[in-house]
C-alpha cells in the first residue's frame, strides 16, 4: 500500500506570504495526485488534480507540481480566505496525507 | 447543480451497525463512483471504499474489509454505507464525495469533484 507523508503538519505564516506544503508518496504514482483544502467543520474541497491541473473556480494563486514521489502545492500569495488544512490524495489506493494546517503567523 | 445530501447524525452502541445514505442530485448517478471518507474528530482524512453506481461494484479499504458495505438503489440515485461491529473509535464523520467519471469503455478520476455535507456517527455505551 502507498504510504503518503505531507510536511510540514503545521505550517505558520502572513497574509502575502509564498506557502509550499510537500506531499511524498513512497513509492512512484506518477502524477496522479490531488489536493484539497478543509475549513474547520466543512467538507474539503478539491483544489487541484492530476497533480498540477487547478479545478474549475479555484484561484489561480494555489498551483501544484510535481511527479514520480514528490509533489508540492504552492499558494503564491496567502489570503486570510486560505488558512485551513491541506490534504494530498494519491489515485492509486486512494490513500491520503496527514495533512498540513496553515495557521496565522 | 451538483449535490450530494447525506442522513442525519447517528448514535449507536458498541457491535451495532450504522448506515449512512447519500442521495445524488444535478448530474448522473450511475455515471461516476461514489467514495465514501471519514474524519475522526481533530484527525485526516480517512478513505474507505468506492462503489461503482451502475455495476454495483466496490472497492474497500483493506483496514474496513468484512465490516463495511456500500450499496446503491439507482432509482432514487441513492448510496449508502453501512458499518458493522462498530467501536468507539469510529466515532467520526462520514463523507460521501464524487468520484471517478465514467464513459465508454474508460474511466476517468481527478479527484473527488463534490461532497456530501457529512453525517456525525457517534459509537457510544
Known amino acids: 500500500d502507498i504510504q503518503m507523508t505531507q510536511s510540514p503538519s503545521t505550517l505558520s505564516a502572513s497574509v502575502g506570504d509564498r506557502v509550499t506544503i510537500t506531499c511524498r508518496a513512497s513509492?512512484?504514482?506518477?502524477?496522479?495526485l490531488a489536493w484539497y483544502q478543509q475549513k474547520p467543520g466543512k467538507a474539503p474541497k478539491l483544489l487541484i488534480y492530476?497533480?498540477?491541473s487547478l479545478e474549475s473556480g479555484v484561484p489561480s494563486r494555489f498551483s501544484g507540481s510535481g511527479s514520480g514521489t514528490e509533489f508540492t502545492l504552492t499558494i503564491s500569495s496567502l489570503q486570510p480566505d486560505d488558512f485551513a488544512t491541506y490534504y494530498c490524495?494519491?489515485?492509486?489506493?486512494?490513500?491520503f496525507g496527514g495533512g498540513t494546517k496553515v495557521e496565522i503567523k | 447543480q451538483v449535490q450530494l445530501v447525506q442522513s442525519g447524525a447517528e448514535v449507536k452502541k458498541p457491535g451495532a451497525s450504522v448506515k449512512v445514505s447519500c442521495k445524488a442530485s444535478?448530474?448522473?448517478?450511475?455515471?461516476?463512483?461514489i467514495n465514501w471518507v471519514r474524519q475522526a474528530t481533530g484527525q485526516g482524512l480517512e478513505w474507505m471504499g468506492w462503489?461503482?453506481?451502475?455495476?454495483?461494484?466496490?472497492g474497500y479499504a483493506q483496514k474496513f474489509q468484512g465490516r463495511v458495505t456500500m450499496t446503491r438503489n439507482t432509482s432514487i440515485s441513492t448510496a449508502y454505507m453501512e458499518l458493522s461491529s462498530l467501536r468507539s473509535e469510529d466515532t467520526a464523520v462520514y463523507y460521501c464525495?464524487?468520484?471517478?467519471?465514467?464513459?465508454?469503455?474508460?474511466?476517468?478520476?481527478?479527484?473527488?469533484?463534490?461532497w456530501g455535507q457529512g453525517t456525525l456517527v457517534t459509537v457510544s455505551s
Open positions: 492530476k497533480a498540477s
Open positions: 444535478g448530474y448522473t448517478f450511475t455515471s461516476y463512483d
Open positions: 462503489m461503482n453506481p451502475n455495476s454495483g461494484n466496490t
Open positions: 513509492q512512484s504514482i506518477s502524477s496522479w
Open positions: 490524495q494519491q489515485y492509486n489506493s486512494y490513500r
Open positions: 464525495a464524487r468520484g471517478s467519471y465514467y464513459y465508454g469503455s474508460g474511466s476517468y478520476y481527478k479527484g473527488s469533484d463534490y
